[in-house]
């Protein structure tokens, strides 16, 4: 079945910084590439999704870019602020499945 | 006005016992979903439903048999509580299957088995 790993598991950075988080899959009938954030005590929300016939898509602060060559795709936030502190999961669409696989989870922690 | 709503929010009980958790959207989806999340974070799915039949069931233990009603309700029943159940469950929608559209989720369901 599908594979998503994602790297690192935990990032800390400092108000204003830039993060970035990175997700690889193994299907490369994958069309479908969310992020989701989940906050404490809460579901997992959309924040940005990309398809495959899409390099890079932008969103204010939050971007995310695809690479379907090297099947990888990355998150990237610039000028965090501490309501980013969250756990991030990218996700890939796995066509022969018909479902999300999500990948183990970053936890951001944005220090003021 | 939410949208994946489930419950309960905190469900604690012994080994052994049955307990279910309820959800409803009202999105209008075709789609619902049962997905655990173990405390290492890690998302998974369990079973899907479109339009109130199975779709996708995961390799989830007998004691775990989700119903659907009504495409506008999953709810989740478990018998014979173990310690390895303790986790949070997900309750989730989308527009519809096999189609790659967002997921919009519940808050989730703590449960702890003692």
């Known amino acids: 079945g599908e594979n998503v790993e994602q790297h690192p598991s935990t990032l800390s950075v400092q108000e204003g910084d830039s993060a970035v988080i990175k997700c690889t899959y193994s299907d490369s009938a994958s069309n479908y590439f969310p992020w989701y954030k989940q906050e404490l005590g809460k579901g997992p929300q959309l924040i940005i999704d990309i398809r495959s016939n899409v390099g890079e898509k932008k969103d204010q602060r939050i971007a995310v870019t695809l690479n379907k060559t090297a099947k990888h795709f990355s998150l990237h936030i610039t000028e965090t602020q501490p309501e980013d502190s969250a756990v991030y999961f990218c996700?890939?669409?796995?066509?022969?499945?018909?479902?999300?696989?999500f990948g183990k989870g970053t936890m951001l922690l944005v220090s003021p | 006005d939410t949208a994946v709503s489930q419950t309960p929010k905190y469900l604690v009980t012994q080994m052994g016992n049955d307990k279910s958790i309820k959800c409803e959207q009202n999105?209008?989806?075709?789609?619902m979903y049962w997905y655990k999340q173990d405390s290492k974070k890690f998302l998974k799915i369990m079973f899907s439903y479109n339009n109130k039949e199975l779709i996708i069931n995961e390799t989830v233990p007998n004691r775990f048999s989700p119903k659907s009603p009504d495409k506008a309700h999953l709810n989740l029943h478990i018998n014979s509580l173990e310690l390895g159940d303790s986790a949070v469950y997900f309750c989730?929608?989308?527009?519809?299957?096999?189609?790659?559209?967002?997921?919009?989720f519940g808050s989730g369901t703590q449960l702890s088995v003692l």
């Open positions: 989730a929608s989308s527009p519809g299957y096999a189609t790659n559209e967002k997921l919009f």
């Open positions: 999105l209008g989806h075709d789609t």
């Open positions: 996700a890939a669409f796995f066509t022969g499945y018909s479902t999300l696989t």
